[in-house]
Structures are given as structure tokens and as C-alpha cells.
Nanobody, 127 residues
Framework: QVQLVESGGGWVQAGGSLRLSCAASGLTFSINNMGWFRQAPGKEREFVAAIRWTSDRTIYADSVKGRFTVSRDNGKNTVYLQMNSLKPEDTAVYYC????????????????????WGQGTQVTVSS
């Protein structure tokens, strides 16, 4: 089992920045890829960004490219999401997730591929 805990959410004005953290514990050696997803009120959960646990391979949703950066610190078992130039449409609950499948070379954008999920952290961007 892998436990994930997000932190760093909050309220920010449009154009501002936030950095989210996701701390992993438990069987962290089993993690292959880590993803960030978000869910706005009344909408489905959607992919934001992902990173391979053992390399710098990253992928992003088109809506956040150039504004968000995903990174990791394996020594701390933590993944980060640096969010810059935030927009009101970025308002959502942000979740991190872990994909333990060892054969997956490119991180997936699909929710169903991630087995472990955190509880989420709220990000609110005001205009």
C-alpha cells in the first residue's frame, strides 16, 4: 500500500502562484509514475500533470503547459506541482495519485491507471 498526502493548497489572486506537495509513504519503492489531477465543482476529475518516479519524464495537460511544473524529490518521497500564472479556471480540488505499474515508461493521463490517491487539497483562484 502507498499513502499519499497533499498540501499547499489555498486562496490566491489571478496571476499568482502556489506550490502543491504530495508526500508518499508506505511501499514507495512500488511507485513508477506520479500524477496530479483536479476536479472543479460539477465537473469530472481531469488530468493535470505527471512525472516518472525514477526519471525526469513529464507530461502536461494542454491547459497548464507553460504555467505548471511537476517535479519530484525521491529522497523525501515527495512530488511537487508548481503553479504559476494561475487563472480562475484553475480553481479545483487537486489530487495526487500513484501508478505502480513497472512496465509503464510514459506516465499516463488516464485516471483509471492510477491505483493510489490522496485526499486532495483545495486551490481557489479569484479574479
Amino acid at each position: 500500500q502507498v499513502q499519499l498526502v497533499e498540501s499547499g493548497g489555498g486562496w490566491v489572486q489571478a496571476g499568482g502562484s502556489l506550490r502543491l506537495s504530495c508526500a508518499a509513504s508506505g511501499l514507495t519503492f512500488s511507485i513508477n509514475n506520479m500524477g496530479w489531477f483536479r476536479q472543479a465543482p460539477g465537473k469530472e476529475r481531469e488530468f493535470v500533470a505527471a512525472i516518472r518516479w525514477t526519471s525526469d519524464r513529464t507530461i502536461y495537460a494542454d491547459s497548464v503547459k507553460g504555467r505548471f511544473t511537476v517535479s519530484r524529490d525521491n529522497g523525501k518521497n515527495t512530488v511537487y506541482l508548481q503553479m504559476n500564472s494561475l487563472k480562475p479556471e484553475d480553481t479545483a480540488v487537486y489530487y495526487c495519485a500513484a501508478d505502480p505499474r513497472p512496465w509503464v515508461v510514459v506516465p499516463s493521463k488516464e485516471l483509471a491507471r492510477y491505483e493510489y490517491w490522496g485526499q486532495g487539497t483545495q486551490v481557489t483562484v479569484s479574479s
